[in-house]
């Protein structure tokens, strides 16, 4: 079973900032979190990943409270090109290898 | 970021024929891959985790002597679809894991997807 769950669905429009919360109660010490973004047909794309507190590149940031139950991906300024499903998930990299099961993830869809 | 290719990017096959995908890691190593699968409008389902050198661990479900696995080399795995059918018609997604440090001790763990193969079995 995927350990986290997400809104099905987001709509935003063109310039805006949006942001994609998950819950991951029963988050594991060692488990980091990683979004990823899919397009239809494609692969997904690594987006982010972090462990604790604020992490931020150039696509985007990811906020994780103190108690890590909970994750945030904002994205500034999104474009029509930024239309996706976003999946977010975690994983324990102490067990040798991030073995990750997606859920259902967000279909964000933007609109001009 | 790092680069994973897959090949071909859609193939189109008689029922009964086998089918190979080429998964590779372009600028890292990898010693481990995993191979997903998706169905139209669903999420990712792993089917297996490849190992370079040993034999692939497949998940509940999944027939490992009808998607073979492959792990010859750090940079390359390959998934065979063996007597494919229509119903193995769907995108096969492979990734790649790549293990670097993050400063210190400490290792970051990311997995890197490769652009999905389509497969159709007519």
């Known amino acids: 079973l995927a350990k986290t769950t997400q809104p099905i669905s987001m709509d935003s429009y063109e310039g805006q900032e949006v942001n994609i919360t998950c819950s991951h109660n029963?988050?594991?010490?060692?488990?980091?979190i990683t979004w990823y973004q899919q397009f239809p047909s494609q692969g997904p794309r690594f987006i982010i990943q972090g462990y604790k507190t604020k992490v931020t590149n150039e696509v985007a940031s990811l906020f994780i409270p103190a108690d890590r139950k909970s994750s945030t991906l904002s994205l500034p300024r999104v474009s029509l090109s930024d239309t996706a499903v976003y999946y977010c998930?975690?994983?324990?990299?102490?067990?040798?290898?991030?073995?990750?099961?997606f859920g259902t993830g967000t279909r964000l869809l933007v609109s001009p | 970021g790092a680069v994973v290719s897959q090949h071909p990017s859609w193939v189109i096959c008689k029922s009964g024929t086998s089918v190979k995908i080429e998964c590779r890691s372009l600028d890292f190593q990898a010693t481990t891959m995993f191979w997903y699968r998706q169905f139209p409008k669903q999420s990712l389902m792993l089917m297996a985790t490849s190992n370079e050198g040993s034999k692939a661990t497949y998940e509940q479900g999944v027939e490992k002597d009808k998607f073979l696995i492959n792990h010859a080399s750090l940079t390359l795995s390959t998934l065979t679809v063996t007597s494919a059918h229509p119903e193995d018609s769907s995108f096969y997604i492979c990734?790649?894991?790549?293990?670097?440090?993050?400063?210190?001790?400490?290792?970051?763990?990311?997995?890197?997807f490769g652009p999905g193969t389509r497969l159709t079995v007519l």
């Open positions: 029963n988050i594991a010490t060692n488990d980091y």
């Open positions: 998930l975690v994983g324990d990299i102490d067990t040798g290898f991030q073995k990750l099961v």
């Open positions: 990734s790649a894991r790549e293990s670097r440090l993050a400063g210190g001790p400490k290792f970051v763990d990311t997995q890197y």
